[in-house]
T-cell receptor, first 115, second 111 residues
Framework: KAGVTQTPRYLIKTRGQQVTLSCSPI?????VSWYQQTPGQGLQFLFE???????NKGNFPGRFSGRQFSNSRSEMNVSTLELGDSALYLC??????????????FGNGTRLTVT | KQEVTQIPAALSVPEGENLVLNCSFT??????LQWFRQDPGKGLTSLLL?????REQTSGRLNASLDKSSGRSTLYIAASQPGDSATYLC??????????FGTGTSLTVIP
């Protein structure tokens, strides 16, 4: 079974631009969540989607948005990029959200560098 | 707000040694706790998940325990190997159905 796939693996953007990251969950997984990982803040929750609906949102500005498609694939968008947005963005999938016995499975992430 | 702490931040042990990694959390109202390993530049690999009603889970050389009342979990690694070198993170699923992550313990197993 294929794992969680994130594309692209690396991105370099300049301040003020916008970026879209893509995540394909494990087949059969319907919940997708996104995380930002930086050396200073560690792993921080961005948002979670299930059945094309955002279920939870972390404490990030409105420049960070996402969506989920009917095939459970998800995209994350960051507008008006800032230097501080440079990070590893990780996507995780699980069978359903909020299931006590449904572990998170992560992709290898997209490394975003903002210059 | 849930806070998850992992101590120590880094650990170096000789090959073959048994070791324990610690994870503590401030709010005991959790749904589950999951341990991960992360290799440099990669995503997280799930190791073990413990439901809130469970006390421990085992997989091969790994054993994770959970004491909800004291807000602690431990990951025990038996007979460590150089391939175990990685950063180990714990995460709790708590209020708001969100996962809260610790900052990790960087483990180096010396051959």
């Amino acid at each position: 079974k294929a794992g969680v796939t994130q594309t692209p693996r690396y991105l370099i953007k300049t301040r003020g631009q916008q970026v879209t990251l893509s995540c394909s969950p494990i087949s059969g997984h319907r919940s997708v969540s996104w995380y930002q990982q930086t050396p200073g803040q560690g792993l921080q929750f961005l948002f979670e989607y299930f059945s094309e609906t955002q279920r939870n949102k972390g404490n990030f500005p409105g420049r960070f948005s996402g969506r989920q498609f009917s095939n459970s694939r998800s995209e994350m968008n960051v507008s008006t990029l800032e230097l501080g947005d440079s990070a590893l963005y990780l996507c995780a999938s699980s069978l359903v959200p909020g299931s006590y016995n449904s572990p998170l499975h992560f992709g290898n992430g997209t490394r975003l560098t903002v210059t | 707000k849930q806070e998850v702490t992992q101590i120590p931040a880094a650990l170096s042990v000789p090959e073959g040694e048994n070791l324990v990694l610690n994870c503590s959390f401030t709010d005991s109202a959790i749904y589950n706790l999951q341990w991960f390993r992360q290799d440099p530049g990669k995503g997280l690999t799930s190791l073990l998940l413990i439901q809130s009603s469970q006390r421990e889970q085992t997989s091969g050389r790994l054993n994770a325990s959970l004491d909800k009342s004291s807000g602690r979990s431990t990951l025990y690694i038996a007979a460590s190997q150089p391939g175990d070198s990685a950063t180990y993170l714990c995460a709790v699923r708590g209020a708001g159905n969100q996962f809260y992550f610790g900052t990790g313990t960087s483990l180096t197993v010396i051959p």
